[in-house]
């Protein structure tokens, strides 16, 4: 794979590692390098995965049919990064994405049926069709909102954790962002801010190799963004982003030391974006085919169903049960987005103001 | 001046143009951005010129002038603009594109402390031949009323917020041929200019535009349809929306003058003032929000 060295193919337990306590006798007995999320999280995290897949592969059936569902930036490959991260953290954590950010959506818990009113433009939608898929939010699940300004999320997931500091809850906020968004200066900002804070964040750098058409290689001075770590005296670590388990894994780690006060970490996942930047862009003009094939051949969901039964982990009856549950999901779904109302002209005035007593407006 | 037959360019084409005409003639200028090319560092591999930017008006820029001269960025406004600003202290003449003007919030001191001011603070001891293009508005779907779904971050028209700062000249061209003469223009101005380029004409408007280089005057708003009745004013992609409501005027007896704003700073008020003399009506169309508007300021020009 050019210049990124072949690390996705590494085990990612060959990788550089946090310190972690936590073992689990399951994946001893069974013999793995690393150690493995309970059964029900498994079950959980395979859910995740497929139901990410599913939305991202409807709504490009959608966008190619002519659906008018506004600007979308698909997730497909990179569903391991997502569910690998949320399958740490507890309900009551925060995240916050980037303009790629369905899949951070469904791995944290917002109702695919609300996302997909949202990208509608229906006023059924997470965000009352004000955001489009570009910011979808629900921040009762934790998801403090997909944002397409490169960088901007990262210094939100840092406000987080320190509101959670401040007032002393054991909540912590992880930060999604692409290698592309390494480079914003807010983003070092925030991590210097986090690190002499100690604030609980996990900084996940999604590297899939490119921003748009610009590749890594190029736009970055260091061979790997978990370098970048030791600048802001924090343990940086660069995963297999293909393997959710993987991520799982690292995140673990992280988010054990974030909640035992010692600051952030830097997780950086080797991923890969399967289709375009946005919808209708051409990756031809700037990527081989033969890279592109090969992130394929070590597809996160394939894998993780060859892991988990080869290991006798979960069943294949379990998971096709999981699979035909979530395209049913999908396609209620869409139905619902279908049959929901638009806004009306004066919707478009509500809500620009933050109301100054409670109540004021609706 | 010769004048050769006008072809068909779209917008951004014309834009294209504009710049590689500059190019050509002045060694001193660069353009930077993010995928203003595409693909950087990958001409070994094959794989060159990937994107161009929004509008492609970068595109095959860098097949004539290489990779020296036509930088991809990274993703990191606040620096490469600045770099910009050091590089027009210094000797260069930049062409920084920020992909959209919704990010200018990601390097506004640039714009507003830096490039702006530098001129004045430093008691003209500096030139800034800095050009900023960005796109604006609404990518826009076939049906007009659908604004393509972008969102508050990625929709807006901003002009406002950079027309309020002194020292920064501010343009907004509506046709693929006055973009062309208004970049060249900016191109050639000492001081900081930002070209804000419609993301729906930059798409769809097509229009004559003449091989040849030229110029059309910054600071100046052109008549582009003579009336009696009423003034109406435009704005980039709403100049289009004020001649087609002249249009159906005309329909009903009613005799509309168009006035293409084209520089919103420093604004022309000598040619809006000579039209509303005339017409003793102004209708401003705006697709910016009203609060401190540009078209507050025509208003208050006009009235
Ligand atoms: C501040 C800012 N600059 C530029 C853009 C335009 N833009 C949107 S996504 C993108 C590439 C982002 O790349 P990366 O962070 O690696 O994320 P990926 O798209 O690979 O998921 C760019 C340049 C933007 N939205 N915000």
């Known amino acids: 794979m050019l210049s990124r060295g072949g690390c996705s193919q590494e085990k990612a337990g060959k990788l550089q590692r946090l310190t972690h306590t936590s073992s689990n006798s399951a994946s001893r007995a069974a013999g793995l390098a690393q150690n493995l999320p309970s059964r029900e999280k498994l079950l959980w995290m395979y859910e995740r995965l497929t139901l990410i897949r599913e939305f991202e592969e409807r709504l490009k059936w959608l966008v190619e049919t002519g659906v008018p569902v506004g600007a979308v930036h698909y997730y497909t490959g990179q569903e391991a990064c997502a569910v690998g991260v949320c399958a740490a953290l507890e309900p009551g954590d925060w995240i916050a994405s980037t303009h790629r950010g369905h899949g951070h959506c469904i791995a944290k818990g917002v109702e695919v049926h609300r996302m997909m009113a949202e990208l509608y433009g229906k006023t059924t939608g997470s965000n009352r069709a004000k955001g489009g898929s570009m910011h979808i939010t629900d921040v009762r699940v934790g998801m403090l909102g997909v944002n397409p300004i490169v960088g901007m999320g990262v210094t939100h997931a840092v406000g987080a954790a320190l509101s959670a500091k401040v007032r002393k809850t054991s909540q912590v906020a992880a930060a999604f962002f692409g290698e592309g968004g390494a480079s914003i200066g807010a983003v070092h900002e925030a991590m210097n801010l986090a690190a002499i804070w100690k604030l609980p964040v996990l900084f996940v750098c999604e590297n899939n190799g490119y921003a748009q058409a610009t590749p890594v290689e190029y736009a970055v001075s260091v061979r790997r963004i978990a370098d970048r770590a030791a600048a802001y005296s924090m343990p940086g670590v660069t995963v297999d982003g293909q393997d959710a388990i993987a991520v799982w894994e690292a995140s673990a780690a992280a988010v054990e030391r974030a909640r035992r006060g010692q600051g952030p970490s830097l997780i950086e996942c080797m991923t890969y974006r399967y289709y375009g930047h946005h919808q209708g862009d051409d990756t031809g003009r700037y990527r081989p085919r033969e890279e592109e094939q090969s992130a394929r051949d070590r597809d996160c969901i394939r894998r993780f169903r060859e892991q988990t039964l080869d290991q006798h982990l979960l069943t294949a009856t379990e998971l096709d049960a999981i699979e035909a549950a979530n395209r049913k999901k999908i396609d209620e779904a869409v139905a619902f987005a279908e049959s929901s109302p638009l806004p009306q002209p004066a919707d478009l005035f509500t809500h620009v103001y933050v109301p100054a007593r409670d109540g004021e407006q609706k | ?303």
Not at chain 2, 15 to 26: F, G, K, L, T, V
Not at chain 2, 106 to 128: F, P, S, T, W
Request: with cysteine; charged share 20%; hydrophobic share 40%.
């Open chain 2, 1 to 303: 001046m010769t004048t050769t037959a006008a072809r068909e360019l779209s917008f951004g084409q014309a834009i294209n143009e504009a710049i590689r005409q500059e190019m050509r003639r002045d060694p001193k200028i660069i353009v930077m951005g993010e995928d203003v090319a595409g693909a950087a560092g990958r001409a070994h591999l094959g794989f060159v010129d990937a994107w161009g930017g929004p509008l492609r008006a970068t595109r095959g820029l860098i097949t004539e002038f290489g990779p020296e001269r036509i930088l991809d960025t990274p993703i990191a406004e606040m620096g490469f603009l600045g770099a910009g600003v050091g590089a027009a202290m210094s000797g260069l003449r930049p062409i920084v594109e920020i992909m959209f003007v919704d990010l200018i919030g990601c390097c506004y001191d640039q714009i507003m402390n830096q490039a702006a001011k530098m001129h004045y603070m430093m008691g003209g001891q500096v030139e800034l031949p800095l050009v900023i293009r960005t796109a604006y508005g609404t990518r826009g779907g076939d049906n007009r009323t659908y604004g393509g779904g972008a969102g508050a971050q990625h929709s807006q028209t901003l002009y406002a917020v950079l027309a309020h700062i002194p020292g920064l000249k501010v343009v907004v061209p509506s046709t693929a041929y006055n973009a062309k003469g208004l970049t060249i223009s900016a191109i050639r101005d000492n001081g900081p200019v930002i070209i804000l380029e419609h993301k729906f004409l930059g798409l769809r408007a097509k229009g004559p535009v003449p091989e040849e280089s030229y110029t059309l005057p910054i600071g100046s708003a052109q008549i582009v349809r003579r009336g009696r009745d009423v003034t109406l004013c435009g704005i980039g992609r709403m100049t289009h929306i004020c001649s087609e409501a002249a249009d159906s005027l005309s329909a009903e007896g009613i005799d509309a003058e168009v006035v293409d704003v084209l520089t919103l700073s420093p604004l022309d008020e000598g040619t809006i003032l000579e039209s509303v003399s005339r017409t003793r009506r102004l209708v401003v169309v705006d697709e910016d929000t009203p609060v401190c508007s540009v078209a507050r300021e025509l208003f208050g020009t006009g009235a």
